[in-house]
């Protein structure tokens, strides 16, 4: 019996060990995949002397339920607007107060009084941008600023164009194509774009991710896709361009929130004033390609991202924007419903 | 332990209870496995199928047949009308298609294979049998992203045609249920030529000798001998192509190009975005339920025959 008593100890000591470890100088990041920038984190753990971990996942619902099932060791997490304040009703985020923090007074006031943290009690932004078509202009000529280049697609993109399988991204797309707004339970509506979508089906190539690579090397011709990942397949193929839909198209943010069951607050709380500082704000646009929403950061980007039309939003497509909200249950039961049909 | 007598004294009895005991003891962390970890998540999963769903993921606690209402019938979203739910049942189809498919062009391809590492001589067989169970050494993701790079239009099968002069256009292969095909193919042959060679190996092939000495055909051999004897290994390997297949998440969503889902990746977006978890569940419960009757149903008719 001695050996296995004694392994028994030496198995506890090693647990109480492991869980003393992680009190000192650690912060754990979770974060959307290829979207930190190492630099980033180097700078901060030279800073304060802080090892980071990151962590990443595909989509906000991954996060959401990595959460909420509890015992991930994570601090920060990185939600878009319309999952915050999910987030927030199922009690899972720190209410931290950025809004008192130092570096708070460069937040750009046009997102600090935001819907889905009024004041921003919880929230910081991390990066902003909105979700359009891609379309190489070899493949089409005509106006790409229009949802029909996947609703209903010019004959040249026929066979040639991707849809992202972002459900609420590419819905919201397709309500305001139809003439709706984002979240709405009309069924009369919903039925045109149900079926509008299933009649633009056959006429599309694939649904799927990864558009920076695909479109770079011509594999797709369009694509429903995301400002800064357009910017970087522009950088390697000159001829793709991104429209902004007339019709209208979702505003996106991500903001860095702090978990509840955090295990290094004030480390999460120290990056959440680390990435208020415009310099270090700047260092997340310049790897991702997408704004932040932090005043004064301009000055210190990469040159081509201060004109990107990507980035920057020409003044006449700046109306058709809207921000997606968050849908209500019965609302995203009619488009769950939606969606499974045309991935059928 | 023996003795002449055949009564029992009281001594044997607490004896034989010991060892009854020490047994069960002995089993216990076998039953332990059984419970916890395999029957236990199972139940779970039953159990989450018969709830409510909450409003952002997982269960709500109160009783509810909406999930498996769901999984065969659709209530119409627009007018309320209850129809068989067209759209799972496509994907329940396309999903038992490829899967057999899978499982037929697996077996045409797996059995010359195992014939002709088991034909080898003794000592070049495990050199042979090491190298189908090489692509086992790379992540299954990456295989298929390498299946990829080979069906892409501008991709090594393309451009190689398209140089020989065989095509003038690129065919249209990725984002098809043929790519779906290629990739679960090559994904699961090793699983198909393992059990086929396990059962080649032990066939005597003085057998196929004495087949050939009373004139059978090379077919007649193929069939009345070598067929029958491999038999086992021939349904071993069809189940363990065609249950994983059936369950395919990552092939049809790289390869598939994600416009035409199969089960796998239905639950998953049930359990995801769809943020309906009792649906997810009881469509997973289903799946589980239809291949155990199908074995069930080919186990009998085994015995049946025999």
Redesign the interface.
């Given at each position: 019996m001695t050996w296995k008593f004694t392994s028994a100890v030496a198995g506890v000591a090693l647990l109480a060990s492991a869980g003393g470890a992680a009190a000192e100088g650690e912060l754990n990041i979770y974060n959307w995949g290829n979207y930190t920038n190492p630099d980033l984190i180097k700078k901060f753990e030279e800073a304060h002397g802080v090892k980071v971990t990151v962590t990443d996942y595909d989509?906000n619902?991954?996060a959401?339920?990595k959460v909420?099932a509890g015992g991930h060791g994570f601090d920060i997490v990185v939600p878009s607007a319309n999952y915050v304040p999910?987030f927030v009703?199922?009690g899972l985020l720190l209410e931290a107060r950025p809004d008192q923090m130092s570096n708070f007074k460069n937040v750009d006031p046009k997102w600090v009084d935001v819907p889905w943290d009024p004041g921003r009690h919880y929230t910081v932004p991390w990066q902003w941008g909105t979700t359009g078509v891609a379309v190489n202009t070899e493949a089409y000529k005509g106006d790409v600023n229009t949802s029909a280049i996947f609703m209903n697609p010019p004959e040249e993109l026929v066979?040639k164009v991707?849809v992202v399988?972002e459900?609420?991204d590419v819905l919201a797309l397709a309500i305001m194509y139809e003439g709706g707004r984002p979240c709405t339970e009309d069924?009369a509506l919903?039925?045109k774009v149900r079926d509008s979508l299933m009649a633009a089906?056959p006429k599309?190539?694939?649904?799927?991710y990864g558009m920076t690579d695909k479109m770079s090397?011509?594999?797709v011709m369009a694509s429903v896709n995301w400002n800064g990942s357009t910017f970087r397949v522009r950088a390697n193929n000159p001829t793709v361009v991104y429209g902004y839909p007339k019709e209208g198209y979702p505003i996106w943010m991500d903001s860095v929130a702090i978990l509840k069951d955090a295990n290094n607050v004030e480390n999460a709380k120290l990056f959440m004033n680390f990435i208020m500082e415009p310099e270090n704000a700047a260092l997340i646009s310049a790897f991702a390609r997408y704004a932040n929403g932090i005043s004064g950061s301009e000055a210190f980007m990469p040159e081509e991202m201060k004109t990107a039309p990507e980035i920057v939003v020409p003044a006449e497509f700046k109306a058709a924007g809207t921000f997606l909200p968050t849908c209500p249950?019965a609302a995203?039961?009619?488009y769950?419903?939606?969606?499974?049909?045309l991935?059928? | 332990m023996v003795r002449p007598t055949s009564a029992l004294s009281s001594g044997e009895i607490t004896a034989r209870r010991t060892i009854v005991r020490r047994y069960w003891l002995l089993c216990l962390p076998a039953l332990v496995l059984l419970v916890f970890a395999a029957s236990g998540p199972l139940l779970i999963v039953l159990a989450y199928s018969f709830l409510e769903p909450a409003?952002?993921?997982?269960v709500v606690w109160s009783l509810s047949g909406e999930g498996w209402f769901k999984v065969i019938l659709n209530r119409d979203?627009?007018d309320d009308t209850i129809s068989l739910a067209?759209?799972?049942m496509?994907?329940f189809w396309r999903s038992a298609k490829l899967s057999v498919l899978t499982t037929l062009l697996t077996l045409a391809i797996g059995f010359p294979t195992a014939y002709f590492i088991a034909t080898r001589p003794k000592t070049h067989r495990q050199y042979w049998l090491f190298l189908i169970t090489i692509p086992f050494w790379t992540n299954l993701l990456i295989r298929t992203y390498a299946i990829m790079e080979v069906i892409?239009?501008?991709g090594i099968l393309n451009s190689s045609l398209m140089s020989l002069g065989l095509i003038g256009a690129p065919l249209?292969i990725?984002?098809t249920d043929t790519a779906v095909l290629i990739g679960m193919v090559y994904v699961y042959l090793p699983l198909m030529v393992l059990p086929l060679y396990a059962a080649m190996e032990r066939l005597d092939f003085r057998l196929v000798e004495a087949g050939y000495d009373l004139y059978a055909t090379r077919f007649q051999v193929l069939r009345r001998v070598i067929v029958p004897l491999v038999k086992p290994g021939i349904i071993a390997g069809s189940i363990l192509v065609f249950i994983p297949s059936l369950g395919a998440y990552v092939t049809p969503r790289v390869l598939g190009?994600?416009?035409?889902?199969m089960i796998g990746?239905?639950i998953e977006?049930?359990?995801?975005?769809?943020?309906?978890w009792p649906l997810g569940a009881a469509l997973s419960i289903g799946l589980l339920v239809t291949v155990m009757a199908a074995l069930v149903f080919y186990v009998r008719n085994e015995q049946a025959e025999r």
């Amino acid at each position: 019996m001695t050996w296995k008593f004694t392994s028994a100890v030496a198995g506890v000591a090693l647990l109480a060990s492991a869980g003393g470890a992680a009190a000192e100088g650690e912060l754990n990041i979770y974060n959307w995949g290829n979207y930190t920038n190492p630099d980033l984190i180097k700078k901060f753990e030279e800073a304060h002397g802080v090892k980071v971990t990151v962590t990443d996942y595909d989509s906000n619902s991954t996060a959401l339920t990595k959460v909420k099932a509890g015992g991930h060791g994570f601090d920060i997490v990185v939600p878009s607007a319309n999952y915050v304040p999910i987030f927030v009703k199922e009690g899972l985020l720190l209410e931290a107060r950025p809004d008192q923090m130092s570096n708070f007074k460069n937040v750009d006031p046009k997102w600090v009084d935001v819907p889905w943290d009024p004041g921003r009690h919880y929230t910081v932004p991390w990066q902003w941008g909105t979700t359009g078509v891609a379309v190489n202009t070899e493949a089409y000529k005509g106006d790409v600023n229009t949802s029909a280049i996947f609703m209903n697609p010019p004959e040249e993109l026929v066979g040639k164009v991707n849809v992202v399988p972002e459900m609420a991204d590419v819905l919201a797309l397709a309500i305001m194509y139809e003439g709706g707004r984002p979240c709405t339970e009309d069924k009369a509506l919903l039925k045109k774009v149900r079926d509008s979508l299933m009649a633009a089906k056959p006429k599309w190539m694939s649904m799927d991710y990864g558009m920076t690579d695909k479109m770079s090397n011509g594999d797709v011709m369009a694509s429903v896709n995301w400002n800064g990942s357009t910017f970087r397949v522009r950088a390697n193929n000159p001829t793709v361009v991104y429209g902004y839909p007339k019709e209208g198209y979702p505003i996106w943010m991500d903001s860095v929130a702090i978990l509840k069951d955090a295990n290094n607050v004030e480390n999460a709380k120290l990056f959440m004033n680390f990435i208020m500082e415009p310099e270090n704000a700047a260092l997340i646009s310049a790897f991702a390609r997408y704004a932040n929403g932090i005043s004064g950061s301009e000055a210190f980007m990469p040159e081509e991202m201060k004109t990107a039309p990507e980035i920057v939003v020409p003044a006449e497509f700046k109306a058709a924007g809207t921000f997606l909200p968050t849908c209500p249950k019965a609302a995203q039961d009619l488009y769950t419903a939606i969606w499974t049909e045309l991935r059928k | 332990m023996v003795r002449p007598t055949s009564a029992l004294s009281s001594g044997e009895i607490t004896a034989r209870r010991t060892i009854v005991r020490r047994y069960w003891l002995l089993c216990l962390p076998a039953l332990v496995l059984l419970v916890f970890a395999a029957s236990g998540p199972l139940l779970i999963v039953l159990a989450y199928s018969f709830l409510e769903p909450a409003e952002y993921s997982g269960v709500v606690w109160s009783l509810s047949g909406e999930g498996w209402f769901k999984v065969i019938l659709n209530r119409d979203i627009f007018d309320d009308t209850i129809s068989l739910a067209d759209a799972h049942m496509t994907i329940f189809w396309r999903s038992a298609k490829l899967s057999v498919l899978t499982t037929l062009l697996t077996l045409a391809i797996g059995f010359p294979t195992a014939y002709f590492i088991a034909t080898r001589p003794k000592t070049h067989r495990q050199y042979w049998l090491f190298l189908i169970t090489i692509p086992f050494w790379t992540n299954l993701l990456i295989r298929t992203y390498a299946i990829m790079e080979v069906i892409r239009n501008e991709g090594i099968l393309n451009s190689s045609l398209m140089s020989l002069g065989l095509i003038g256009a690129p065919l249209q292969i990725l984002y098809t249920d043929t790519a779906v095909l290629i990739g679960m193919v090559y994904v699961y042959l090793p699983l198909m030529v393992l059990p086929l060679y396990a059962a080649m190996e032990r066939l005597d092939f003085r057998l196929v000798e004495a087949g050939y000495d009373l004139y059978a055909t090379r077919f007649q051999v193929l069939r009345r001998v070598i067929v029958p004897l491999v038999k086992p290994g021939i349904i071993a390997g069809s189940i363990l192509v065609f249950i994983p297949s059936l369950g395919a998440y990552v092939t049809p969503r790289v390869l598939g190009g994600g416009k035409n889902m199969m089960i796998g990746n239905l639950i998953e977006l049930q359990f995801g975005e769809g943020r309906n978890w009792p649906l997810g569940a009881a469509l997973s419960i289903g799946l589980l339920v239809t291949v155990m009757a199908a074995l069930v149903f080919y186990v009998r008719n085994e015995q049946a025959e025999r």
